[in-house]
């Protein structure tokens, strides 16, 4: 295991599986504690982590809602005294509709989770940073949170949403030690993208096309990314969406 975030904490939220999962194992292997957030009980993240002789807890938490959020951030501090870094990644693709036909239920709840829980969850983690005098928070938006994606309204403007108050908070809290950036993934291999394909062949080589590369991404593609932005390396990296990716060509 590596010493680069030795006595640093990590906040991973949708840590339970896909990116997020990935996310919290490498910043273990970076010697991070970490807190795996999902809304789901889930005890296979933490027991990676173990089996790599890291240190985690896990908190369950719907980032849509304050006190739950509060109640994350609580608990972060209690067992471990500290905040160092975010990754704010817990999301949902919602229904696969077009705009006239996307319904208000769906709307509302996509961008509770995936927009307003990325500004909850800064909210309560920026105080915390702030004590450190130093720290960094990663927002996941989407490769939809810089094109458009027919047929998913909520979710893609979610995303650029996203990318907008990201930047805002990054001109907001750089000049006092932490840098905000969000990152954009491609099409990765993960349970959301095996929901929206059905795994039918057709629908994955349909979702690979649109890939130069010709594959999917992987979660540790976007860890390794998420993990570098966090780090020393990228010091000077504030503000930015980077976008992971095989080159997509969606327009």
Not at 106 to 135: F, R, S
Not at 136 to 156: E, K, Q, R, T
Not at 166 to 190: D, F, H, M, S, W
Request: include cysteine; hydrophobic fraction near 45%; glycine fraction near 10%.
């Amino acid at each position: 295991m590596e010493t680069t975030f030795k006595n640093k904490v990590a906040i991973v939220t949708g840590g339970a599986s896909g990116i997020g999962r990935a996310t919290a194992l490498a910043f273990v292997k970076k010697g991070a504690k970490v807190v795996v957030v999902d809304w789901t009980e889930n005890e296979e993240t933490l027991n990676l982590i173990k089996n790599l002789g890291g240190e985690a807890i896990f908190v369950k938490c719907d980032v849509s809602k304050s006190a739950d959020v509060k109640a994350m951030i609580e608990k972060t501090i209690a067992k471990f005294g500290r905040l160092d870094y975010a990754y704010n990644n817990a999301g949902i693709e919602g229904a696969s509709a077009s705009t006239l036909d996307c319904s208000e239920e769906n709307w509302d709840k996509t961008i509770a989770v995936n927009l307003k829980g990325i500004w909850l969850c800064m909210k309560y983690e920026i105080p915390e940073i702030l004590k450190q005098g130093k720290g960094a928070i990663i927002n996941c938006s989407s490769v939809a949170g810089v094109v458009g994606f027919a047929g998913l309204p909520a979710y893609v403007a979610s995303k650029h949403g996203v990318v907008g108050l990201t930047k805002t908070a990054a001109l907001e809290y750089a000049k006092l030690g932490i840098r905000v950036n969000a990152v954009c993934p491609g099409v990765i291999q993960t349970p959301m993208i095996d929901r929206l394909t059905g795994n039918s062949k057709e629908a994955v080589e349909q979702f690979t096309g649109l890939e130069p590369i010709g594959r999917f991404g992987q979660p540790e593609e976007i860890a390794n990314a998420v993990v570098w932005m966090c780090s020393d390396e990228a010091s000077f990296v504030t503000g930015h969406a980077m976008v992971v990716d095989g080159g997509f060509v969606a327009q």
